[in-house]
């Protein structure tokens, strides 16, 4: 060979510039996931998954599985931003997981999978016939659990158009001060919790205010009643 050492120096710059050849190749570590902590529990919407950048990341893969051992994937995702929302599960049991990839499709090792549920939707409230408590109209209804609060509708018409009452209940029952004006009226409650789930409507009940006896009784008729009543019995 006539020239080695110009050889030699020429098969250094190729080891040098060849990939992995002048440093050993880094695996980024699993990312650690955010937003949804194991056993939780979804009524309704889809979890937000966060998580921290990872150093010579370059994009995230995220999977959701039935299974604990992933073997049947039900939705997967690479993206180069640090969250994700997955698309709506049905009511079950999920396990979720991601890894990191670098720039040169190097995939990094899984993360410790995420357990969590989809609830079904709350059902809509049983609403009982109503009862009268002196000058109030009571109601009740079935409990939905613990956290859920109430809201009643009080209206003159079957359809709801016009609410006359819109207020909250934090128990199974309420009482409904009577309202003045005679005729008939239209109850309906619905439920929802801090998170922002809600049922349906309940059933409706209806119940009447007045009638003859109360348009008889009221003060401007019972002046000139009684001095009726005073004339014909002389």
């Known amino acids: ?54 150093a010579g990341a370059e994009r995230y893969r995220l999977q959701i599985s039935g299974d604990s051992g992933f073997a049947a994937i039900l939705d997967q995702a690479d993206v180069q931003t640090t969250s994700w929302t997955p698309a709506a599960l049905a009511v079950g049991s999920y396990h ?7 720039a040169d499709g190097y995939e990094g090792e899984w993360s410790e999978s995420a357990s969590f549920s989809v609830l079904p939707p709350y059902p809509a409230p049983v609403l009982e016939r109503p009862g009268r408590d002196s000058a109030r109209i009571r109601f009740r209804w079935s409990d939905l659990g613990p956290g859920v609060v109430y ?27 009577e309202p003045a004006e005679s005729g008939l009226y239209y109850v309906r409650i619905k439920a929802f919790d801090g998170i922002g789930c809600e049922s349906g409507f309940s059933n409706v009940r209806k119940f009447r205010v007045g009638g003859f006896w109360r348009s008889v009784c009221k003060p401007c008729v019972l002046g000139p009643l009684a001095v009726l009543i005073y004339l014909l019995a002389r």
């Open 151 to 177: 809201r009643v509708h009080l209206a003159k018409d079957a359809d709801f158009r016009t609410i006359i009452l819109d207020e909250l209940a934090p128990g199974t029952e309420t009482l409904l001060a």
């Open 1 to 54: 060979m006539r020239h080695p050492k110009i050889f030699f120096f020429a098969v250094l710059i190729i080891l040098s510039v060849l990939p992995g050849a002048s440093q050993e190749r880094t695996e980024p570590r699993a990312p650690r996931l955010q937003g949804i902590a194991p056993g939780t529990r979804l009524r309704c919407g889809r979890p937000v998954i966060r998580w921290a950048p990872v």
């Open 96 to 102: 979720l997981r991601a890894r990191s990839v670098a």
